[in-house]
């Protein structure tokens, strides 16, 4: 007989580490993991940073929702941003600060004196720039520990080495299939599988939504000189690149978006080359060498929003997908208020200010 659970979580990155922490005190769960280490695919991946309005004026509100929880654990460190740009940019730059005025992020205007003590050999036709203070690097491998470590605690079951391959309604729940690492029944599914959100939904007999992975490289680089420790996360404001400082070398990313089949991302040589290109256009600092490339899958829904809840046809299956480029920093919120919306829990003081009609699968029609 395979064992029962209330709800089976598929993936264990961020999405699924997280929720399952937030749903263990109240069910039974399953915790079920592909690969043989949870985070090898994009949680383990990331640039690590949090930044109020990336993802966009509908994202913001999950990200300064989670903020609070981030500082009290303790994963946070300050770093600040600067969005840069050159006199054409101007119009970009004003555009940027009229789209989140609403959010409550505080972003400051830079000019050229501020951005030279901030950013040493920066070329001289970047004039402008928008610092946001809130900035800060995340520690995403505390972060998933301490969500797995909740679970753990609460009762969850974490089963690695086991890809879910099947999913069949057996009663009121689902019987599911883990190929060699067994069986197990349970009577909802969350589908946190990352890149491989349609396909799951697609094996369980639900409707695809259209979640598509786009990769994304980051490059460590060794420069002359080492970028300063307080060096702020510098976006480029048409982006076309970013970087950030760490431990004394350079993380840098061209800011690519190719789609890609769901799988083991790895970095093109040309994405590295056009990265390097755009840095020694804003810097007049040496790249000494690449240390380390590699490239990870974010995934977004259509709208490039989230999807949080019930599917509206599939009895008993329910979607925490979509987190695209802003998975780690949205966490806390994001699983909180998916944990609430499975389990019927009213809403708490985190995710009172959330709108869920923005997130759910049923605005897909
Ligand atoms: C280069 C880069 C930079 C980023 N920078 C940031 C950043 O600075 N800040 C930020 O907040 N976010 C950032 N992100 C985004 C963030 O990393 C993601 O949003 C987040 O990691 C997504 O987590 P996830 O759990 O959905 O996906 P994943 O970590 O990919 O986890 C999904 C898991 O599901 C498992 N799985 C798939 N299919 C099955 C199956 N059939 N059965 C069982 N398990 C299955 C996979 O093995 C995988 O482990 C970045 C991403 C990239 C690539």
Not at 8 to 14: C, F, L, S
Not at 36 to 47: C, E, I, K, L, Q
Not at 295 to 315: C, N, Q, T
Request: charged share 25%; glycine share 10%; proline share 8%.
């Amino acid at each position: 007989m395979a064992p029962a659970y209330d709800i089976a979580v598929i993936g264990a990155g961020m999405a699924g580490a997280s929720i399952a922490a937030e749903l263990a005190p109240y069910a039974r769960v399953l915790l079920a993991e592909a690969e043989p280490m949870p985070g090898y695919h994009t949680t383990g991946r990331s640039a690590a940073f949090f930044h109020e309005a990336y993802g966009g004026p509908q994202v913001a509100p999950l990200s300064m929702a989670s903020g609070p929880r981030l500082r009290e654990l303790g994963v946070l460190s300050p770093r600040g941003s600067l969005y840069i740009g050159r006199e054409e940019d101007a119009p970009l730059l004003e555009q940027y600060v009229a789209r989140f005025a609403g959010i409550g992020a505080v972003i400051e205007r830079v000019g050229r004196a501020g951005l030279k003590g901030r950013i040493p050999g920066l070329r001289p036709e970047w004039t402008l720039a928008l610092y946001e203070p809130a900035c800060a690097d995340i520690d995403v491998a505390a972060l998933h520990q301490h969500y797995l470590a909740e679970a753990r605690r609460a009762g969850a079951e974490l089963r690695v080495s086991a890809r879910l391959e099947t999913a069949e309604r057996e009663g009121e729940g689902w019987r599911l299939g883990f190929g060699r690492a067994g069986e197990a029944r349970s009577r909802i599914v969350v589908n946190a599988a990352g890149a491989w959100t349609d396909e799951v939904a697609r094996l369980a007999g639900a409707r695809p939504l259209g979640i598509t992975p786009l990769r994304r490289t980051i490059a460590q680089l060794r420069t002359n000189p080492a970028p300063p420790a307080d060096l702020p996360l510098v976006l480029d404001i048409n982006s076309r690149f970013y970087f950030k400082p760490e431990h004394g070398r350079l993380w840098l990313s061209p800011e690519e978006e190719t789609p890609s089949p769901p799988c083991d991302a790895a970095p093109e040589e040309l994405d590295v080359a056009i990265a390097i290109d755009r840095f020694e256009q804003v810097v007049d600092w040496h790249v000494e060498a690449v240390e380390r490339k590699w490239a990870g899958l974010r995934s977004f829904a259509p709208d490039r929003l989230p999807v949080y809840g019930f599917d509206p046809r599939r009895e008993g299956f329910f979607w925490f997908a979509g987190q695209g480029g802003f998975g780690i920093q949205t966490a806390p919120a994001a699983a909180r208020l998916a944990a609430q919306l499975l389990l019927g829990l009213p809403r708490d003081a985190m995710t009172e200010p959330l709108d869920t009609a923005l997130y759910s699968p049923a605005r897909f029609g």
